[in-house]
Protein backbone atom coordinates (compact mmCIF):
# COMPACT_ATOMS: atom_id res chain seq x y z
CA UNK A 1 0.00 0.00 0.00
CA UNK A 2 1.62 3.32 -1.34
CA UNK A 3 0.91 6.47 -0.30
CA UNK A 4 -0.88 8.59 -3.03
CA UNK A 5 1.17 11.07 -5.06
CA UNK A 6 -0.17 15.22 -4.81
CA UNK A 7 2.51 18.18 -5.76
CA UNK A 8 4.30 18.96 -2.74
CA UNK A 9 3.21 22.99 -3.03
CA UNK A 10 0.82 24.93 -4.98
CA UNK A 11 -0.09 28.66 -4.90
CA UNK A 12 -2.51 31.39 -6.40
CA UNK A 13 -2.96 34.84 -5.63
CA UNK A 14 -6.69 36.03 -4.12
CA UNK A 15 -9.38 35.62 -6.15
CA UNK A 16 -7.55 33.03 -8.30
CA UNK A 17 -8.04 29.04 -8.63
CA UNK A 18 -5.66 26.61 -8.25
CA UNK A 19 -6.77 22.22 -8.16
CA UNK A 20 -4.70 19.84 -6.20
CA UNK A 21 -4.47 16.71 -7.87
CA UNK A 22 -3.89 13.05 -6.02
CA UNK A 23 -2.88 9.92 -7.93
CA UNK A 24 -3.19 6.60 -7.29
CA UNK A 25 -3.82 3.13 -8.48
CA UNK A 26 -6.59 0.58 -10.01
CA UNK A 27 -6.50 -0.26 -6.30
CA UNK A 28 -7.34 2.38 -4.65
CA UNK A 29 -8.57 5.57 -6.30
CA UNK A 30 -9.36 3.95 -9.68
CA UNK A 31 -11.85 1.77 -7.99
CA UNK A 32 -13.68 3.82 -5.46
CA UNK A 33 -15.38 6.81 -5.63
CA UNK A 34 -14.28 7.35 -2.08
CA UNK A 35 -11.77 10.05 -2.15
CA UNK A 36 -11.84 12.81 0.91
CA UNK A 37 -9.78 15.74 1.37
CA UNK A 38 -9.05 17.28 4.49
CA UNK A 39 -7.75 20.94 5.36
CA UNK A 40 -4.96 21.00 7.91
CA UNK A 41 -3.66 24.57 8.95
CA UNK A 42 -0.29 24.90 11.15
CA UNK A 43 -0.57 22.61 14.62
CA UNK A 44 -4.29 21.73 13.93
CA UNK A 45 -6.44 18.67 13.09
CA UNK A 46 -6.98 17.88 9.33
CA UNK A 47 -10.83 18.92 8.50
CA UNK A 48 -12.96 17.83 5.95
CA UNK A 49 -14.01 19.90 3.26
CA UNK A 50 -14.46 16.90 0.32
CA UNK A 51 -16.02 13.64 0.87
CA UNK A 52 -16.95 10.51 -1.31
CA UNK A 53 -15.25 12.54 -4.25
CA UNK A 54 -17.43 15.50 -4.82
CA UNK A 55 -19.59 16.22 -1.70
CA UNK A 56 -19.01 18.99 0.80
CA UNK A 57 -19.67 18.77 4.29
CA UNK A 58 -22.04 20.99 5.40
CA UNK A 59 -20.77 24.34 6.31
CA UNK A 60 -17.80 24.11 4.16
CA UNK A 61 -17.43 26.81 1.56
CA UNK A 62 -18.88 25.99 -1.95
CA UNK A 63 -15.48 27.04 -3.60
CA UNK A 64 -14.00 23.77 -2.41
CA UNK A 65 -15.18 21.08 -5.09
CA UNK A 66 -13.91 17.43 -5.55
CA UNK A 67 -13.58 15.58 -9.11
CA UNK A 68 -11.97 12.08 -10.59
CA UNK A 69 -10.80 10.85 -13.54
CA UNK A 70 -9.60 7.54 -13.67
CA UNK A 71 -6.49 6.97 -11.05
CA UNK A 72 -6.53 10.68 -10.28
CA UNK A 73 -8.64 13.02 -8.20
CA UNK A 74 -8.46 16.47 -7.80
CA UNK A 75 -9.63 19.28 -5.36
CA UNK A 76 -10.37 23.14 -6.96
CA UNK A 77 -10.52 25.95 -4.84
CA UNK A 78 -12.02 28.83 -6.35
CA UNK A 79 -12.10 32.27 -5.48
CA UNK A 80 -9.11 31.73 -3.71
CA UNK A 81 -8.99 33.38 -0.10
CA UNK A 82 -6.21 34.08 2.76
CA UNK A 83 -7.71 31.72 4.73
CA UNK A 84 -7.17 28.73 2.52
CA UNK A 85 -3.34 28.72 2.74
CA UNK A 86 -3.08 25.23 4.61
CA UNK A 87 -1.97 21.93 3.85
CA UNK A 88 -4.25 19.61 1.94
CA UNK A 89 -4.31 16.03 1.96
CA UNK A 90 -6.64 13.04 -0.04
CA UNK A 91 -7.22 10.03 1.16
CA UNK A 92 -8.99 6.55 -0.69
CA UNK A 93 -10.76 4.30 0.36
CA UNK A 94 -9.02 1.23 -0.67
CA UNK A 95 -10.69 -1.97 0.53
CA UNK A 96 -11.92 -3.67 3.59
CA UNK A 97 -8.74 -5.46 4.61
CA UNK A 98 -6.90 -2.54 4.96
CA UNK A 99 -9.30 0.25 3.90
CA UNK A 100 -7.45 4.08 4.00
CA UNK A 101 -4.30 6.00 2.52
CA UNK A 102 -3.10 9.13 2.17
CA UNK A 103 -1.21 11.72 0.16
CA UNK A 104 1.35 13.53 1.24
CA UNK A 105 0.08 16.62 0.86
CA UNK A 106 0.28 19.87 -0.62
CA UNK A 107 1.02 22.99 0.82
CA UNK A 108 -1.35 25.41 -0.74
CA UNK A 109 0.42 29.26 -0.31
CA UNK A 110 -2.15 32.60 -1.24
CA UNK A 111 0.39 34.86 -2.57
CA UNK B 1 -21.48 17.56 18.96
CA UNK B 2 -18.96 14.63 18.99
CA UNK B 3 -15.48 15.02 20.18
CA UNK B 4 -12.53 13.00 20.79
CA UNK B 5 -9.63 13.73 22.97
CA UNK B 6 -6.52 11.56 22.96
CA UNK B 7 -4.30 11.53 26.23
CA UNK B 8 -1.69 9.27 27.26
CA UNK B 9 2.23 9.96 27.84
CA UNK B 10 3.99 12.47 25.36
CA UNK B 11 7.47 10.65 26.15
CA UNK B 12 8.68 6.61 25.46
CA UNK B 13 11.84 5.49 25.84
CA UNK B 14 13.04 3.35 22.41
CA UNK B 15 11.80 -0.21 22.65
CA UNK B 16 8.74 0.29 25.00
CA UNK B 17 5.10 -0.06 24.38
CA UNK B 18 3.21 3.48 23.06
CA UNK B 19 0.29 3.72 24.94
CA UNK B 20 -2.60 5.82 24.01
CA UNK B 21 -6.76 6.43 24.69
CA UNK B 22 -8.83 8.23 22.67
CA UNK B 23 -12.19 9.49 24.86
CA UNK B 24 -15.38 10.10 23.19
CA UNK B 25 -17.76 12.52 24.44
CA UNK B 26 -21.35 13.90 22.91
CA UNK B 27 -22.29 10.92 22.05
CA UNK B 28 -22.03 6.75 22.13
CA UNK B 29 -18.99 5.15 20.79
CA UNK B 30 -21.34 2.28 20.20
CA UNK B 31 -24.24 4.28 18.89
CA UNK B 32 -24.67 4.03 14.92
CA UNK B 33 -22.15 2.53 12.47
CA UNK B 34 -18.60 3.82 12.79
CA UNK B 35 -15.27 3.19 12.83
CA UNK B 36 -12.57 4.47 15.60
CA UNK B 37 -9.50 4.83 13.92
CA UNK B 38 -5.82 6.60 14.95
CA UNK B 39 -3.46 7.92 12.54
CA UNK B 40 -0.31 9.93 13.03
CA UNK B 41 1.86 12.45 11.57
CA UNK B 42 5.38 12.98 12.30
CA UNK B 43 6.55 16.50 12.47
CA UNK B 44 6.90 17.99 9.22
CA UNK B 45 5.24 14.87 7.45
CA UNK B 46 2.24 13.92 6.08
CA UNK B 47 -0.56 11.30 7.79
CA UNK B 48 -0.04 8.00 8.23
CA UNK B 49 -3.17 5.41 9.34
CA UNK B 50 -2.65 3.35 11.53
CA UNK B 51 -5.61 1.27 12.25
CA UNK B 52 -9.55 1.25 13.04
CA UNK B 53 -11.75 -0.62 15.41
CA UNK B 54 -15.48 -1.38 15.07
CA UNK B 55 -17.68 -1.37 18.39
CA UNK B 56 -17.29 -5.31 18.02
CA UNK B 57 -13.78 -5.43 18.56
CA UNK B 58 -13.20 -5.89 15.04
CA UNK B 59 -10.19 -4.70 13.90
CA UNK B 60 -7.96 -3.58 10.34
CA UNK B 61 -4.32 -2.22 10.97
CA UNK B 62 -1.92 -0.80 7.98
CA UNK B 63 0.50 -3.90 6.90
CA UNK B 64 3.49 -1.62 7.22
CA UNK B 65 2.57 -1.43 11.26
CA UNK B 66 0.42 -4.34 11.85
CA UNK B 67 2.89 -6.87 13.77
CA UNK B 68 3.59 -4.11 16.53
CA UNK B 69 -0.09 -2.55 16.53
CA UNK B 70 -3.40 -3.42 19.01
CA UNK B 71 -6.29 -1.30 18.99
CA UNK B 72 -8.87 -1.97 21.92
CA UNK B 73 -12.39 -0.64 22.53
CA UNK B 74 -13.68 -0.04 25.90
CA UNK B 75 -17.65 0.56 25.02
CA UNK B 76 -18.21 0.88 29.15
CA UNK B 77 -15.80 4.20 29.32
CA UNK B 78 -16.81 5.35 26.03
CA UNK B 79 -12.90 4.99 25.05
CA UNK B 80 -10.71 3.60 22.34
CA UNK B 81 -7.20 2.80 22.58
CA UNK B 82 -3.61 2.28 20.80
CA UNK B 83 -0.85 0.24 21.51
CA UNK B 84 2.35 0.46 19.24
CA UNK B 85 5.10 -1.83 20.87
CA UNK B 86 8.74 -1.78 20.45
CA UNK B 87 8.87 1.85 19.23
CA UNK B 88 11.65 3.72 17.60
CA UNK B 89 12.67 7.40 17.18
CA UNK B 90 10.66 6.95 13.70
CA UNK B 91 7.65 6.44 15.93
CA UNK B 92 7.90 10.11 16.74
CA UNK B 93 4.35 12.14 15.88
CA UNK B 94 1.63 13.49 16.80
CA UNK B 95 -0.80 11.07 17.23
CA UNK B 96 -4.65 11.35 16.25
CA UNK B 97 -7.95 9.80 17.22
CA UNK B 98 -10.66 10.17 14.46
CA UNK B 99 -14.16 8.61 13.92
CA UNK B 100 -14.70 6.84 10.46
CA UNK B 101 -18.39 7.53 9.51
CA UNK B 102 -19.22 5.29 6.62
CA UNK B 103 -16.21 6.27 3.86
CA UNK B 104 -14.54 9.51 5.36
CA UNK B 105 -13.24 11.04 8.90
CA UNK B 106 -15.60 13.50 10.19
CA UNK B 107 -14.60 14.11 13.54
CA UNK B 108 -11.15 14.15 15.00
CA UNK B 109 -9.46 14.95 17.65
CA UNK B 110 -6.57 17.88 18.20
CA UNK B 111 -3.69 15.57 18.26
CA UNK B 112 -0.96 14.53 21.06
CA UNK B 113 2.67 14.57 20.35
CA UNK B 114 4.41 11.26 21.47
CA UNK B 115 7.82 11.60 21.56
CA UNK B 116 10.78 8.89 21.35
CA UNK B 117 13.67 9.29 22.91
CA UNK B 118 15.80 7.69 26.18
Redesign the interface.
Known sequence: QSALTQPASVSGSPGQSITISCTGTSSDVGSYNLVSWYQQHPGKAPKLMIYEGSKRPSGVSNRFSGSKSGNTASLTISGLQAEDEADYYCCSYAGSSTPWVFGGGTKLTVL | QVQLQESGPGLVKPSQTLSLTCTVSGGSISSGSYYW?W?RQPAG?????IG?IYTSGST?????LKSRVTISVDTSKNQFSLKLSSVTAADTAVY?CAREK?????Y????TLVTVSS
Open positions: SIKGLEWRNYNPSYEYYFDWGQG
